[in-house]
């Protein structure tokens, strides 16, 4: 090859190198990661995601990108959210933090996927068509939450059995209010016990709630299962420890904040399978075809701890149905 040619040639490499680079950069999948909570209490959850992503080949920040979304609490601001992330025309939506983001994301779109984390009864939200083949853009893990407060009330009487009221905390923007309400009225009616429904939508109704409990001598508590509470676990447990009120919680994560108890699903498990199936997606496979996950385990664990400041005692049924003891 002559000298010439041969500068021709390297030089139009050179000149396409950027042209190659740029394409590449294209090439890299963008995730929308929407939550309708604070990231903060969150990053256990987010870790297990990040995880089960990378095991399935997706490791942020080398060959997959992700744009977060927090609503931190303010469920209104979900749609925009939402819009934002299909404005930026993401490869796909995890959308997290309740069934209210997942309402967010699908309204957004219905040709990019969607996989969700969320209490809310997909099929009866009208997420999908069947939890077997859920049709259309959508699918994920149904954490099956909100039929849970029964079983918690249920555990709160057994370990408060003097008891004679108890209150319930429930957000009154979570779109499982009225579900959930009737649920653990229904069961409050079975078995004979008083209840005061409480709602805080914001820390200062928190605050101003448990006064109002103690004030009342609530003698338990239920906290309704919920994005915002999630997010404030920690003003939560304090408020409960500062009022001397026995209280059963959603996760584990509230256990080991200091809370009471706690009987729930596996939060870090189902942002684990949510990270699976965003790998699955990632590679081409449809929601329609990928079937609703539905925990099969709940964990039960208390804390001794809090038990002990409390000045009441676990029974030992209860202690040795436990999946967990913090000592």
Do not use: C
Not at 54 to 68: F, K, L, M, Q
Not at 179 to 189: D, I, N, Y
């Amino acid at each position: 090859m002559r000298r010439r040619e041969f500068i021709a040639l390297l030089g139009g490499a050179a000149a396409a190198w950027p042209l190659v680079a740029h394409a590449q950069r294209r090439a890299i999948p963008v995730i929308g990661f929407l939550n309708s909570a604070s990231p903060g209490p969150m990053t256990p959850f987010v870790a297990a995601f990040l995880q089960s992503l990378s095991e399935a080949g997706y490791v942020e920040g080398r060959n997959v990108t992700i744009d977060y979304r927090w609503a931190e609490g303010h469920y209104d601001r979900l749609p925009e959210l939402a819009a934002d992330l299909v404005g930026r025309q993401v490869a796909v939506i995890v959308a997290t933090g309740g069934g209210i983001a997942t309402a967010a994301a699908k309204a957004a779109t219905a040709t990019i996927p969607i996989v969700f984390s969320s209490g809310t009864d997909p099929v009866q939200a009208g997420f999908v068509a069947s939890l077997n083949r859920p049709g259309g853009n959508v699918t994920g893990v149904h954490l099956f939450i909100s039929g849970l407060d029964p079983k918690k009330l249920e555990l709160l009487r057994e370990l408060v059995p003097q008891a004679s009221s108890m209150g319930v905390l429930f957000n009154p923007q979570n779109p499982d209010i009225q579900t959930r309400l009737t649920g653990v009225q229904q069961a409050a009616r079975a078995v004979g016990q008083q209840i005061h429904i409480m709602y805080a939508s914001s820390e200062a109704e928190l605050d101003t709630g448990f006064a109002a409990l103690a004030q009342g001598r609530v003698g338990a508590l239920l906290v309704g299962s919920d994005p915002f509470f999630n997010s404030r676990r920690d003003q939560i447990v304090a408020l409960a420890a500062h009022h001397t009120i026995p209280a059963i919680y959603e996760g584990r994560q509230y256990a080991l904040a200091g809370g009471l108890i706690s009987y729930g699903t596996n939060l870090a498990d189902g942002y684990r399978q949510v990270g699976i199936y965003t790998g699955r997606v990632l590679k081409g496979e449809s929601p329609a075809d990928l079937p609703i996950v539905q925990p099969t385990k709940f964990e039960l664990v208390i804390n001794l701890n809090t038990a002990k400041a409390l000045g009441l005692e676990v029974p030992p049924t209860l202690l040795a149905r436990a999946d967990e003891v913090i000592e």
